[in-house]
């Protein structure tokens, strides 16, 4: 792979698809939970501004929202990929979109408080490339709000406080709890990526990977297909509402993923997407151009 | 019902105004993040009279536009990080409407209702829609200081849609809801015990 591949166009194109427009299920979400709403109340009103403006932000091409999030990069490669070399066709690609506004200044300084000026700084972008039994480079990206991430929870069970032990009814509580607390404060309605099990670290990161599945989608285990359905129904008695306003639109969904763990630990990590629940990703050639563009 | 806020905010606009209700606002506003919040605060001169005034918690995304400014992304940033210095702000400088999102706290509440203040909220995310109902931007201050982000903008706004979040007798919209969903959840929780499945 060369310098003049494609690489770098592609991923510049990712991310202004990602920033400034909705997946189609998403929106689609959105407008079948506007339609839940009664007519004339908070709720509904705030469905019709989220789906005003993501019709602004497509016909403008501008972001979605002013906070552009952490942009979260999910690659999977064929084998003899060279990974650095995306790695670095990803980092311009920021860069370039930075300047061009699709990436607001997003990246601060943790000690001195500065604004890095093109986003790249240390841990971000957020990259995970994995090598995987595909034939052509498969790249997704996420970007998730700050004001979503920080209402994401980790438990540790056997939890006291929730009444919560170390089985599926425990994750349950663990999982309605976080909702509970977020509140509108995440951008309701939201969506919930959940992981089961693994480490603190692998956790969370689990938790996010869960954003990457369909919203119509189910979990592939029946129990977790079960509590997944569940959820979502309690979460609209829970009549927290858009942005926390009151109404049924409290959740978008809720994902959940699993990890092994060891003997003596049992984490459920939950991480807030909020409604801009921005990600889009790409098949693509060896030389960098687009073979196709996922659509869940 | 949708009520109208006109700039200059004078008690006789917020004070018929209750927790829940939608408004449009018109007229001049600034926006005000952490940085200002902190500086006033602190006891900062303010260069811009707040009196009768509206203050924004928004970071906008602004481009140069001939020798003005442009505003293409202004959605709300969460308030409740400025809940240590709103109320000081409320009562020495006069404001009288604060916009911004996911809700403020009690000390907020409190000077709302000592100072005929509302607290109202835009639907956060919609950065394309309250950015179209910025007519204007007539200028900029502390940017120097502070950064684009965090800098105090003179916004003229026309049709800007929120909601009363906090009214000017101190009521906050999401007591009732987040007690509400607390009830919810204690029920849902209960069920699952009385049908031994958990």
């Known amino acids: ?296 | 019902m949708i009520h109208r806020l006109t700039y200059p905010f004078t008690r006789e606009q917020t004070e018929p105004l209750q927790a829940g209700d939608g408004v449009r606002v018109f007229g001049l506003i600034y926006t005000g993040r952490d940085r200002l919040h902190k500086y006033l605060f602190e006891g900062g001169a303010c260069p811009v009279p707040l009196a009768d005034g509206g203050l924004y918690h928004c970071g906008p995304v602004m481009i140069r536009e001939g020798a003005g400014w442009r505003a293409v992304a202004a959605g709300p940033t969460t308030s409740i990080r400025e809940e240590p210095f709103m109320a000081r702000i409320l009562r020495e400088h006069g404001v009288r409407v604060v916009i911004g999102k996911g809700g403020m706290g009690t000390a907020t509440a409190k000077a709302c209702a000592e100072t005929g203040s509302v607290y109202l909220e835009a639907v956060g995310g919609a950065a394309q829609v309250l950015a179209s109902c910025i007519v204007r931007v007539r200028g900029v201050r502390f940017e120097s200081e502070f950064g684009s982000a965090e800098a105090l903008w003179e916004l003229e706004v026309a049709d800007f849609p929120a909601l009363v979040s906090i009214d000017a007798r101190g009521v906050n919209l999401h007591h009732r809801i987040e007690h509400a969903s607390q009830r919810a959840l204690a029920r849902l929780l209960a069920n699952e015990k009385k049908d031994g499945r958990g």
């Open chain 1, 1 to 296: 792979m060369k310098q003049t591949d494609a690489w770098g166009a592609s991923f510049l194109e990712l991310i202004r698809r990602a920033s400034t427009d909705l997946p189609v299920d998403v929106e689609r979400r959105l407008r079948a939970m506007r339609r839940a709403e009664d007519p004339e109340s908070r709720a509904r009103w705030v469905f019709d501004t989220i789906l005003e403006n993501t019709a602004l932000a497509r016909a403008k091409s501008l972001p979605l929202c002013q906070d552009t999030g952490t942009p979260l990069f999910f690659l999977r490669t064929p084998r003899g990929t060279d990974h650095l070399h995306l790695e670095k066709a990803i980092c311009s690609a920021v860069a370039r979109a930075t300047r061009k506004g699709w990436l607001r200044q997003n990246a601060i300084d943790s000690i001195t408080g500065r604004a890095y000026a093109d986003n790249l700084a240390p841990g971000l972008p957020s990259i995970h490339i994995e090598q995987a039994p595909v034939r052509q480079v498969e790249a997704r990206l996420v970007l998730k709000g700050g004001g979503s991430e920080n209402m994401g929870m980790q438990y540790s069970l056997p939890d006291d406080a929730l009444d919560a032990g170390r089985d599926l009814e425990g994750v349950r509580r663990c999982i309605l709890d976080a909702l509970v607390r977020a509140q509108g404060r995440g951008c309701a309605p939201g969506l919930l990526g959940v992981c089961i099990g693994g480490d603190r670290s692998a956790g969370l990161l689990e938790a996010k990977r869960q954003f990457l599945r369909s919203l119509s989608d189910r979990s592939p285990d029946p129990a977790l297909a079960r509590l997944e359905a569940r959820v979502s129904r309690e979460a609209v008695e829970l009549g927290i509402g858009p942005m926390g306003f009151g109404g049924r639109g409290t959740l978008m969904g809720v994902k959940i993923g699993s990890l092994a763990r060891l003997p003596a630990s049992f984490f459920v990590s939950v991480s807030y997407m909020c409604w801009s629940c921005r990600r889009q990703g790409f098949s693509a050639r060896p030389d960098g151009t687009i073979a196709r563009w996922f659509q869940p």
